[in-house]
């Protein structure tokens, strides 16, 4: 298992600026992608107040926090490891007066401290099938007492194995320490369970599964 440093100088690698800016450049095209749009379509569901904080973690080019701005939510915190798609969030926040209500942050989620933090929505689109250690990860989330987790991550099974296995192999000829994880859709959501939530909604949209917990 790859060391969560090593594993975050990966995801800084793989998720340079040259991604960042050909999904920012999609984004501004065509609007948020189909798994960020079932996230929304998930956390629309609740009424989002002016004083709701969001915080979107491996939040990317920042769809998710763009989107939680336009529901009069008060800010948004992202965390990402990537430095590319943090530039990307800043300079959008920038161009559209939204620097007083977007902060990002630099660096892994489960290693930061992040003690200070608190957000009612936390959202992690993507970002677990990162994580070697799901459960810091979503610990960590826990931490921060949102009242709606909203996350995506690939359904498990023999396929999702041997995509991975693919990806894996791929990640090495790329010559980055960045590996993908299949983790447990169960294991996921006992976790989430244990940590006094409970699931609301659930999609499917082939290879993802897109889940919001609601704090019991
Ligand atoms: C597959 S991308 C998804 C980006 C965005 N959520 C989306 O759906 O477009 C995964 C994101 O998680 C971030 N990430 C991966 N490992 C991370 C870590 N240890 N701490 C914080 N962010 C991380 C990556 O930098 C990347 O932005």
Redesign the pocket.
């Known amino acids: 298992m790859n060391s969560?440093q090593e594993?975050?100088c990966?995801?800084?690698q793989?998720?340079d600026l040259k991604t960042?800016q050909k999904?920012y450049r999609k984004y501004i095209k065509k609007g948020?992608?189909r798994?960020?749009q079932k996230i929304i379509d998930q956390l629309s569901n609740f009424s989002i107040h002016q004083e709701d904080v969001l915080i979107?973690?491996?939040?990317?080019?920042g769809?998710?926090q763009w989107w939680f701005l336009s529901q009069n939510g008060k800010n948004t915190v992202g965390?990402?490891?990537?430095s590319g798609?943090q530039k990307i969030a800043n300079k959008h926040a920038l161009d559209l007066n939204l620097s007083d209500r977007s902060t990002q942050l630099f660096?892994?989620?489960?290693?930061?401290d992040l003690s200070a933090l608190k957000g009612n929505y936390v959202?992690?689109?993507?970002?677990i099938?990162?994580?070697p250690d799901f459960k810091s990860?979503l610990q960590k989330a826990v931490n921060t007492q949102p009242e709606v987790i909203s996350l995506?991550y690939p359904l498990h099974g023999y396929l999702a194995s041997i995509i991975r296995g693919f990806g894996v192999l791929f990640m090495k000829i790329l010559g980055t320490s960045?590996k993908p994880y299949v983790h447990n859709g169960k294991h996921v959501q006992l976790l989430l369970i244990d940590l006094g939530y409970q699931l609301k909604y659930q999609d499917i949209l082939f290879p993802w599964r897109i889940q919001t917990f609601v704090k019991m």
């Open positions: 969560i594993h975050c990966g995801a800084d793989l998720f960042a999904q948020p992608g798994v960020t979107d973690v491996g939040g990317g080019i769809a998710l965390v990402d490891a990537s798609y660096g892994d989620f489960a290693c930061l959202t992690l689109d993507k970002v099938c990162c994580y990860v995506s960045f």
